[in-house]
Nanobody, 123 residues
Framework: QVQLAESGGGSVQAGGSLRLSCAAS????????MAWFRQAPGKEREGVAR????????YYADSVKGRFTISQDSANNTVYLQMNSLKPDDTAMYYCAASSRTVGVGFRDFGYWGQGTQVTVSS
C-alpha cells in the first residue's frame, strides 16, 4: 500500500516562506517521478514542480520559477518543496504526487496522491 503524506502547510504573509514535505511509504520502487500540484477553489489542479527521481532533474511552472525549489531525500523517500517569496496567488491546497510513468505532466499522469496540505498567503 503506497502512502504519500504531506506536511508543512500553513498561513504566511506575502513575501514569506514555507517548506512542504512529502513522505512516501510502501512500495515505491516503481516511482519514476514525483511532483507537487496545487488547486485553488474553483480552479483546475495545476502542476507546480516535478523531479525525476533517478536523474534529480527538476521542472517548474512559470508562475513559481525562481521562487520554489523541489528536492528529494532518496534515503528517506521524502520530497520537499521550498517556497520563497510567497504571493497571495500561491494560496491553494498543495498535493504531493508520484508517477511510475516517464512521460506526461498532467495530474492524470500521476497515479499516487497525498491528501494535501493547505497553504494560505495573505497580503
Amino acid at each position: 500500500q503506497v502512502q504519500l503524506a504531506e506536511s508543512g502547510g500553513g498561513s504566511v504573509q506575502a513575501g514569506g516562506s514555507l517548506r512542504l514535505s512529502c513522505a512516501a511509504s510502501g512500495y515505491t520502487d516503481n516511482f519514476v517521478r514525483m511532483a507537487w500540484f496545487r488547486q485553488a477553489p474553483g480552479k483546475e489542479r495545476e502542476g507546480v514542480a516535478r523531479i525525476v527521481i533517478a536523474s534529480n532533474r527538476t521542472y517548474y511552472a512559470d508562475s513559481v520559477k525562481g521562487r520554489f525549489t523541489i528536492s528529494q531525500d532518496s534515503a528517506n523517500n521524502t520530497v520537499y518543496l521550498q517556497m520563497n517569496s510567497l504571493k497571495p496567488d500561491d494560496t491553494a491546497m498543495y498535493y504531493c504526487a508520484a508517477s511510475s510513468r516517464t512521460v506526461g505532466v498532467g495530474f492524470r499522469d500521476f497515479g499516487y496522491w497525498g491528501q494535501g496540505t493547505q497553504v494560505t498567503v495573505s497580503s
